[in-house]
């Protein structure tokens, strides 16, 4: 069974561009959660989506963030305009199929914002 | 929210030495999961464990749920152990609140 997959791996931009990640969950996989995870800290939810329903967006920046799962497989992330604080790893998780209780996690993408 | 507490935040061993790491939370769960995250940024999934002790090779975990806190076993350790070791629980939606992690590294 294929992981999760996101792209690209890394990233470099300057500050006020704008960047998009992409997430490809576990085949058959109804939830799909964006985390961002700052060097030396555990990762943070920034949304969650049941199939392509938001369920959780309370702690996504919407003035700069966005993200869509538009037929309930593949996600974006997209930062408009990117800020210096910024500057983390982005990691996608899936959960579901007969395992309904343990998240999967991608390889993420790491970002700098320079 | 919930609060997520790991102890000790580093932790350096000498190859073949034993550990336990910590993991308390402030509030009833029903989800805790233990991740490594190697160098390469990976989070591993090692134990989805709300309550009771698994064992999976040289890794163990228990939780107590009644009192609120997880342990992390690594007998035997190696340098492939090496790494930041996370503790997460299931928040209110189903996503998972995690610790800052105890960084481990394991000498030859």
């Known amino acids: 069974e294929a992981g999760v997959a996101q792209s690209p791996r890394y990233k470099i931009i300057e500050k006020r561009q704008s960047v998009a990640f992409w997430c490809n969950p576990i085949?058959?996989?109804?939830?799909l959660y964006w985390y961002q995870q700052i060097l030396g800290q555990g990762p943070k939810l920034l949304i969650q989506f049941q199939n392509n329903g938001v369920v959780d967006d309370s702690q996504l920046p919407k003035d700069r963030f966005s993200a869509e799962r538009l037929k309930g497989v593949d996600s974006t992330l997209k930062i408009q305009p990117a800020k210096l604080e910024d500057s983390a790893v982005y990691l996608c998780?899936?959960?579901?199929?007969?395992?309904?209780?343990?998240?999967?996690f991608g390889p993420g993408t790491r970002l700098t914002v320079l | 929210g919930i609060q997520v507490e790991q102890s000790p935040p580093d932790l350096i061993l000498q190859e073949g030495a034993n550990s336990t790491l910590r993991c308390n939370f402030s509030?009833?769960?029903?989800?805790l999961q233990w991740f490594h995250q190697n160098p390469w940024g990976q989070l591993i999934n090692l134990f989805y464990?709300?309550?009771g002790t698994k064992q999976n090779g040289r890794l163990s975990a228990t939780t107590v749920a009644t009192e609120r806190y997880s342990l992390l076993y690594i007998s035997s350790s190696q340098t492939t152990d090496s790494g930041v070791y996370f503790c997460a629980v299931g928040g209110s939606q189903g996503n998972l609140i995690f610790g800052k992690g105890t960084k481990l590294s394991v000498k030859p």
């Open positions: 464990i709300p309550s």
């Open positions: 509030d009833s769960v029903n989800n």
């Open positions: 085949s058959g996989h109804a939830t």
């Open positions: 998780a899936s959960k579901g199929g007969r395992n309904t209780d343990t998240q999967y």
